[in-house]
T-cell receptor, first 116, second 107 residues
Framework: NAGVTQTPKFRVLKTGQSMTLLCAQDMNHEYMYWYRQDPGMGLRLIHY???????AKGEVPDGYNVSRLKKQNFLLGLESAAPSQTSVYFCASSYGGTATARYGYTFGSGTRLTVV | DQQVKQNSPSLSVQEGRISILNCDYTNSMFDYFLWYKKYPAEGPTFLISISSIKDKNEDGRFTVFLNKSAKHLSLHIVPSQPGDSAVYFCAVNKFYFGSGTKLNVKP
């Protein structure tokens, strides 16, 4: 049981380049999330999805887009990377609703992205 | 504005003693609260949660206390073990996470 898998684990981009981060979960979770972690800032929500075909903005959505075409996958896109997007990105999934309170999120191991 | 605050970036405790990690929140409408543990180069893992209708929840060595009037929650680890050394995040149901407290348990 893999849980939540993120690819790639590391990436270096040049300013202005684009890329897609892939998140896959095999737990049949309804909800999926993308967070970024920066020093001293904790985890900040970028976008999330409450089900296949739905997405919503989180706290820091600017510069990112997402898609959830299949229940098990949640893609995070950077259209034109900027140095301010240098961060560690975490994908997470959960059952949603009150079940989240009982079981929490399951996180992937993260993607370390550097934009130069 | 930060919805969830962890004001102590780090905490050092001797093995066998109690570790107390603190978290403050701003919105009294939050209805459940969670703690996560994170090791370097790994994603956070869920540790324990508490509903706003309770003031205490216990799971083995881990106990979470909720003080709704003060909008404050704490995580107690007793006894602390070197393997507990990690970053601990508190979180609330509306997706918000604190900035984390790095716990170091000294042998």
């Amino acid at each position: 049981n893999a849980g939540v898998t993120q690819t790639p684990k590391f990436r270096v981009l040049k300013t202005g380049q684009s890329m897609t981060l892939l998140c896959a979960q095999d737990m049949n979770h309804e909800y999926m999330y993308w967070y970024r972690q920066d020093p001293g800032m904790g985890l900040r929500l970028i976008h999330y999805s409450v089900g296949e075909g739905t997405t919503a903005k989180g706290e820091v959505p600017d510069g990112y887009n997402v898609s959830r075409l299949k229940k098990q996958n949640f893609l995070l896109g950077l259209e034109s990377a900027a140095p301010s997007q240098t961060s560690v990105y975490f994908c997470a999934s959960s059952y949603g609703g009150t079940a989240t309170a009982r079981y929490g999120y399951t996180f992937g191991s993260g993607t370390r992205l550097t934009v130069v | 504005d930060q919805q969830v605050k962890q004001n102590s970036p780090s905490l050092s405790v001797q093995e066998g003693r109690i570790s107390i990690l603190n978290c403050d929140y701003t919105n009294s409408m939050f209805d459940y609260f969670l703690w996560y543990k994170k090791y370097p180069a790994e994603g956070p893992t869920f540790l324990i949660s508490i509903s706003s209708i309770k003031d205490k929840n216990e799971d083995g060595r881990f106990t979470v206390f909720l003080n709704k009037s003060a909008k404050h929650l704490s995580l107690h680890i007793v006894p602390s073990q070197p393997g507990d050394s990690a970053v601990y995040f508190c979180a609330v149901n509306k997706f918000y996470f604190g900035s984390g407290t790095k716990l170091n348990v000294k042998p």
